[in-house]
């Protein structure tokens, strides 16, 4: 006798007698018969069952796990990708080598992740007139918005702002300090959670 | 009497009253103008003694007199504490020597008495031994209060006027940008309050008449022109351009249009709105994809001067109102770099200051109109973004030759210059159109 047509009647007495009290579950659970070796070899069985699937589920946990890494990382290296600054020469918006190399890699991002949208912030050094470099600042914002454009990313994606010379990231007065403000910052302002690494 | 022989009169009487013989002779026209009745020699300052000042509040009035009269360059004080006894005896006496006040190289004498809100002012022409001027002028408020030394100042310009034919400028104000706000100072560094809410702020401008100023704010999606009632506080922006880049507000001299910049994604190009800053906009410039920034108007209205980078380097264009007839006005290679801007034109219309950069530095210059002479005007550090006084002879700038950015004032005729704020980072001076406050 199988443990299943043992259990047949204990099954049929719970159904009629749940159907009896309406919904209510049996009163009484049924008693073991005592062991003898089908049981035995049946609890095995289910034991070995668990420990198979336990350690299933460990090793489905830590591939997850890898996964994950793995992807936080993919996206922690776009997203520094997306808002990698790039830099200009003095009273200029012309975008130099270095610069659309790092565009490129943000295209790359924008295109598989859809949801990604950007802002860019055009910034100048301390030299020059305080209302020219406003307009110098917004220049240098859009012509990284046109580079995105211009290879495809749509143009409702990308925002553009001037600080002119207001938010310098260096303080000093010489061409070390300069050379770093000149600069385009790039803000993530939707999707950051859709953000995707390279194909 | 001749000058030499009243010099050696004055420096004689001066060593006997223990005082030192003032400076003499300066080299510059001050003289243009019509002059009532007073005879003093042509090519110097007239030496003006003022009264010790009976009434309320009247020593403060005396050293506010004194200080615009000094400010002005126009008018030699002849004071110190000799000179004031000496002053002081004869009022008590009701009688005034002339004689020894030409013997001192004065050319007139101001004696102030305060009754109640009103000053009565005599000016006496001392070479003529006469009254020259006599009025009553209305003071507003009461001392030390904002309105009285305003109204006091206007009350100096008025004198000024008598006596060099010059209205003083002494009742003007200046905005500037310190920090996160617009501040508003007097002429004679007195009396500086915030006029701007906290936040990004850049580029003030006053209307002609003093009442409302205009300025550039940083919001969420770009740069703003906030127009401000002084008086009320209330405040609207400009909406014929929404977002983007909108700054360097400029008001037409009759008040009614407002002239500024605006950029979004092909170059910044000068705009004209009403000066409400509603209904649409007119475009002035056409700098396809360059920056088009800081207009200002010349003084009948029909012409503009401003900053263009459309030659690939900033320079100063001027064109008409309409944005027609554009021609370079700085087409001079004064140094190592080809960057000029910030040109703001000169109430008698003739000059165009403007900053240009010389070995790395910005320093201040002018230009004539009519053929383009150059003039420096500055050469300590570095000096930015002139502004002129009502009167076309002075300018309020930014300079560092402090070590800090602080706002100066510079006599363009004599070369002298004072410090006029006293905060570090006091930057983008506008200096009010009007020569008294309203």
């Known amino acids: ?199 | 009497m001749h000058l030499t022989q009243r010099l050696i009169t004055c420096a004689a009487l001066a060593a006997c009253l223990g005082i030192p013989a003032r400076a003499t002779a300066q080299q510059q026209d001050t003289t243009r103008g019509v002059r009532i009745g007073l005879t003093y020699q042509p090519g110097t300052k007239p030496g003006v003694v003022v009264f010790p000042v009976n009434g309320p509040g009247g020593d403060s009035l005396q050293a506010i007199v004194q200080r615009d009269f000094d400010y002005g360059d126009r008018i030699e004080v002849i004071g110190g504490d000799a000179i004031q006894e000496t002053a002081k005896q004869q009022a008590a006496r009701n009688a005034i020597d002339f004689t020894v006040w030409k013997s001192l190289s004065a050319a007139a004498v101001v004696q102030i008495s305060v009754m109640g809100s009103t000053a009565h002012v005599n000016v006496y022409d001392v070479a003529a031994k006469k009254v020259a001027a006599s009025h009553d002028v209305q003071l507003s408020g009461s001392p030390p209060g904002e309105d009285w030394r305003m109204s006091v100042h206007a009350m100096a310009d008025q004198i000024e006027q008598w006596i060099t034919g010059v209205h003083g400028i002494a009742a003007t104000r200046i905005l500037y940008v310190r920090g996160n706000r617009i501040y508003v100072i007097d002429s004679d560094g007195y009396g500086e309050h915030p006029v701007s809410e906290p936040g990004t702020v850049l580029a003030p401008a006053w209307s002609p008449d003093g009442r409302t100023i205009a300025y550039s704010e940083l919001v969420k999606g770009g740069w703003n022109i906030v127009i401000r009632d002084l008086a009320t506080g209330r405040e609207h922006s400009v909406t014929a351009t929404p977002g983007g880049l909108n700054i360097t507000p400029a008001f037409s001299p009759d008040g009614q249009s407002l002239c500024y910049a605006h950029g979004e994604e092909n170059g910044t190009d000068l705009y004209m709105v009403s000066a409400s800053g509603t209904g649409a906009a007119r475009r002035v410039t056409v700098g396809r994809g360059t920056d088009n920034v800081s207009p200002t108007f010349s003084p009948d209205g029909a012409r503009l001067a401003f900053t263009s980078g459309r030659a690939g380097h900033p320079e100063v264009y001027t064109s008409d109102a309409d944005g027609s007839n554009v021609a370079l006005l700085t087409p001079f290679n004064f140094g190592d770099q080809n960057y000029r801007s910030n040109p703001d034109w000169s109430p008698d219309g003739r000059l165009i200051a403007f900053q240009s950069q010389l070995d790395g530095r910005f320093q201040i210059m002018t230009i004539t109109l009519r053929d383009q002479t150059v003039k420096q005007l500055t050469s300590e550090g570095i000096n930015e973004d002139p502004t002129w006084a009502p009167d076309g002879r002075h300018l309020a700038f930014t300079s560092s030759r402090t070590g800090v950015k602080e706002i100066f004032v510079l006599d363009a005729e004599s070369g002298r210059a004072r410090q006029l704020t006293h905060d570090p980072g006091a930057r983008l001076a506008a200096w009010s159109h009007s020569t008294s406050a309203p």
């Open chain 1, 1 to 199: 006798m199988t443990g299943k047509t043992r259990l047949l009647p204990f099954l049929l007495l719970a159904v009629s007698a749940a159907v009896a009290c309406s919904h209510k579950p049996p009163a009484t659970t049924p008693t073991p018969t005592g062991p003898n070796q089908d049981s035995i070899n049946a609890e095995n069985a289910r034991r070995d069952s668990i420990a198979r699937a336990e350690a299933a589920r460990r090793d489905s946990i830590a591939r997850a796990q890898g996964d994950a890494d793995k992807m936080r990382a993919a996206r922690d290296a776009a997203t520094k990708a997306l808002t990698q600054v790039i830099y200009f020469d003095f009273d200029s918006d012309a975008l130099k080598d270095d610069a659309r190399s790092t565009l490129d890699a943000k295209i790359t991002i924008l295109n598989a992740s859809p949801d990604v949208k950007l802002k860019v912030a055009g910034n100048t050094d301390e030299r020059g007139s305080d209302e020219y470099n406003l307009a110098l600042g917004q220049r240098r914002a859009a012509a990284a918005k046109r580079y995105l454009t211009d290879h495809g990313i749509a143009g409702d994606r990308i925002d553009i702002i001037s600080y002119g010379e207001e938010r310098p990231v260096a303080t000093g007065h010489d061409e070390s300090a300069w050379s770093q403000n000149r600069r385009d910052e790039f803000e993530i302002t939707a999707g950051a959670d859709q953000i995707k690494g390279a194909p």
